[in-house]
Nanobody, 115 residues
């Protein structure tokens, strides 16, 4: 089992910045993919950014150039630096951990961007 604990969500004005953190614990593999997804009511959960344990990254087109994913493998923690946020970034953000067929989700943290 892997447990994911997110922090850092909240209310921010458009154009501002926010940093999300997700700490993983439990049966962590040294080879894995961690990242962030987001969901708004009535819509499917969508990928925001992911990062492999060796540093490869992928971003949604909507956040490229504004959001940066990073991780500290020694702390089993992944971060999402959100800059120049927009009202359309408002969503519940979920941390995700994948290794092979194993996949785990955090409880979600709300990000609200006011215009």
């Amino acid at each position: 089992q892997v447990q994911l604990v997110e922090s850092g969500g909240g209310l921010v004005q458009a154009g501002g910045s926010l940093r999300l953190s997700c700490a993983a614990s439990g049966s962590i593999s040294s080879i894995n993919v961690m990242g962030w997804y987001r969901q708004v009511p009535g819509k499917q959960r969508e990928l925001v950014a992911i990062m492999t344990s060796i540093g490869a990254t992928a971003y949604a087109n909507s956040v490229k150039g504004r959001f940066t994913i990073s991780r500290d493998n020694a702390k089993n923690t992944v971060y999402l630096q959100m800059n120049s946020v927009k009202p359309e970034d408002t969503a519940t953000y979920y941390c995700n951990y994948k290794f092979g067929s194993r996949e785990y989700w955090g409880q979600g943290t709300q990000v609200t961007v006011s215009s």
